[in-house]
């Protein structure tokens, strides 16, 4: 079965940098489109970047230019590195599966295995 695992968030004041990890495990089909989300408290969770099975990518117009969603097929990881972060970047991540055909950064329901998230801190 999917299993996603989620590593790297943590404190850091702002404009510093941060890079998340998901190694991810039972993507036995192609095809898939792979996410990353937040949510903070009291907040809906949120879209933040995606990239689909062939490497395309797509950002949220909130972190566009800041952020930057790779994956490395070799390491069964997908990786976020975030630069220049704001306080507001505050939340916990999720890294995110589907394979609902369509890969979109907003589309919560394209997306059936998640992970368990990470906090991400930033002050």
């Known amino acids: 079965h999917v299993q996603l695992v989620e590593s790297g968030g943590g404190s850091v004041q702002a404009g510093g940098s941060l890079r998340l990890s998901c190694e991810f495990s039972?993507?036995?089909?192609?095809?898939?489109?792979m996410g990353w989300f937040r949510q903070a408290p009291e907040k809906e969770r949120e879209g933040v970047a995606a990239i689909d099975y062939d490497g395309d990518t797509m950002y949220a117009d909130s972190v566009r230019g800041r952020f930057t969603i790779s994956r490395d097929n070799a390491k069964n990881t997908l990786y976020l590195q975030m630069n220049s972060l704001k306080p507001e970047d505050t939340a916990r991540y999720y890294c995110a599966v589907g394979y609902s055909g369509s890969c979109t950064v907003s589309r919560i329901a394209d997306y059936s295995y998640w992970g368990q998230g990470t906090q991400v801190t930033v002050s």
């Open positions: 039972g993507l036995t089909y192609s095809g898939y489109c």
